[in-house]
């Protein structure tokens, strides 16, 4: 029950693109389509924006976009806006019946 | 709409015991499974456990395994944390989440539980 492992920050100007890489073994992100994306702001709960890898929940803008290859898991956010500085969490299921988180990755909106 | 709200944070001595709860609402506890997820001061996300949508099914992390219990009572539309013999490492904001192909889909407020002497 490792945690993932992210980059503690990322960075990007508005408009521009930004990707954020979750990295885990073939035993957790490699080996399941369960890897999921959390924005979280200061103070807040966070708020899920992807799961299953690609998928969206309602509510949340296409600017939003996951992808897996092999071991490691990418959140994408395009058209950097300033409301998207924020803590971003990945997970995935770990099997047995457990989840694994990562670190986390802070997103600065330059 | 779907609505978590827990309750029961506070101070606590180390070796004390906790029970958390977390009303729900817009939903119903027996038709998705419920986790419990918490985060120290400053620190990231910790998954703690998963309880099944009948109920019958409850798993936890190696750190909480046998000191920490997960149950609920539908019929209050309620999930609970049970925490026994706290540590200081357990202070942390708790946070209940409904569950959805393993993604934490609604989460609550979160309630910040002390563990001091």
């Known amino acids: 029950q490792s945690a993932l492992t992210q980059p503690p920050s990322a960075s990007g100007s508005p408009g521009q693109s930004v990707t954020i890489s979750c990295t885990g073994t073939?035993?957790?992100?490699?080996?399941?389509?369960?890897v999921s994306w959390y924005q979280q702001h200061p103070g807040k709960a966070p708020q899920i924006m992807i799961y299953?890898?690609?998928k969206r929940p309602s509510g949340v803008p296409d600017r939003f976009s996951g992808s897996k290859s092999g071991n490691t898991a990418s959140l994408t956010v395009s058209g950097l806006q300033a409301e998207d500085e924020a803590d971003y969490y990945c997970?995935?299921?770990?099997?047995?019946?457990?989840?694994?988180f990562g670190g986390g990755t802070k997103l600065t909106v330059l | 709409q779907v609505q978590l709200v827990e309750s029961g944070g506070g101070v606590v001595q180390p070796g004390r015991s906790l029970r958390l709860s977390c009303v729900v609402s817009?939903?119903?506890?027996?038709?998705?499974?419920m986790h419990w997820v918490r985060q120290a001061p400053g620190k990231g996300l910790e998954w703690l456990t998963v309880?099944?949508?009948?109920?019958?099914?409850?798993y936890y992390t190696d750190s909480v395994k046998g000191r920490f219990t997960i149950s609920r009572d539908i019929s209050k539309n309620t999930l609970y944390l049970q925490m026994d013999s706290l540590r200081a490492d357990d202070t942390a904001v708790y946070y209940c989440?409904?569950?959805?192909?393993?993604?934490?889909?609604?989460w609550g407020q979160g309630t910040l539980v002390t563990v001091s002497s």
């Open positions: 073939s035993s957790d992100v490699g080996g399941y389509s369960y």
């Open positions: 299953e890898v690609t």
């Open positions: 989440a409904k569950g959805q192909s393993w993604s934490a889909f609604n």
């Open positions: 817009g939903f119903t506890l027996s038709s998705s499974g």
């Open positions: 997970s995935s299921y770990a099997g047995s019946n457990v989840v694994v």
């Open positions: 309880i099944s949508y009948d109920g019958s099914k409850k």
